[in-house]
């Protein structure tokens, strides 16, 4: 019989790669308790966050969509010291716990949290821009929209990124009319075909649309 460090492949590779310290393990299980959704991005996803904002060298970051905090913390830990994160998100509770996970994970004095509709905040943000990464992760009817923002603000060289990318495994199928999930399907097809674009989607947790800004031509 073949022997084995790990019970599995996957066990091997997560405990290998993806190193959650003590506040992070914490925050979406106290999150949860206190009724809040548990609907962040796995610790599988946030440290690929983590690294791609490494890779373009972000200073500016920002997040459509907060939570309590998880990915923005993920995120924030890849800033340089005088590094900026504004995370977007509109329900006050949730606002109220990102700021207070902030705080404990040691980034709010690079992480910031704005609250309300992201589609109104986000002309906010234009001063502070532009930005080397935006994650697009609030409501997906939206998606076009902070793309459409995103397209603007985001350097060129700069990540547009987008969480839940297989439409909560719904993104092969025919949408009925209505359906938020279907912003997301619009979501996919312009950042696959828009020419201003190098995009692929990584099948990381609910998979990751990630779209290099910038196409150089020939
Ligand atoms: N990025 C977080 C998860 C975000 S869940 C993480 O991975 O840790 C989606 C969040 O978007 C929720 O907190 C929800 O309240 C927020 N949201 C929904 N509609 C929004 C809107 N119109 N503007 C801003 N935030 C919104
Ligand atoms: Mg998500």
Redesign the pocket.
């Known amino acids: 019989m073949t022997r084995t460090t790990h019970p599995d492949l996957e066990s091997y590779r997560l405990d290998l790669f993806v190193d959650e310290d003590e506040v992070l393990r914490s ?2 299980p106290e999150a949860t308790a206190a009724g ?2 548990g ?3 796995s610790a599988d ?2 440290k690929v966050l983590h690294l791609l904002a490494r890779a373009v060298n972000a200073r500016r970051i920002l ?12 995120l924030a830990r890849a800033l340089p010291p005088g590094g900026r994160l504004i ?5 006050e509770k ?1 606002a109220d716990l ?1 700021r207070r996970n902030f705080e404990r994970a040691g980034v709010a004095d690079r992480a910031e949290v704005r609250l ?6 986000m002309a906010s943000v234009e001063p502070e821009g532009p930005f080397d990464l935006a ?1 697009i ?3 997906k009817e ?1 998606y076009p929209g902070y793309l459409d923002f995103s397209l603007r603000h985001v350097r060129d060289g700069g990540l547009i990124i987008a ?1 839940n990318a297989n439409g909560h495994g719904h993104a092969h199928e025919v949408l009925e009319p209505g359906d938020g999930r279907r912003g997301i399907q619009t979501y996919n097809r312009r950042v696959a075909e828009d020419p201003r674009l190098v995009s692929h989607i990584l099948p990381v947790g609910g998979w990751l649309a990630v779209s290099v800004v910038g196409r150089r031509e020939g």
Request: aromatic share 10%.
């Open positions: 925050v979406m809040v959704p609907i962040s991005v996803a946030g997040e459509f969509g907060a939570l309590a905090g998880y990915s923005g913390i993920w995370s977007l998100e509109v329900e949730h990102t309300g509709p992201a589609l109104e905040t994650f992760d609030a409501d939206n969480d």
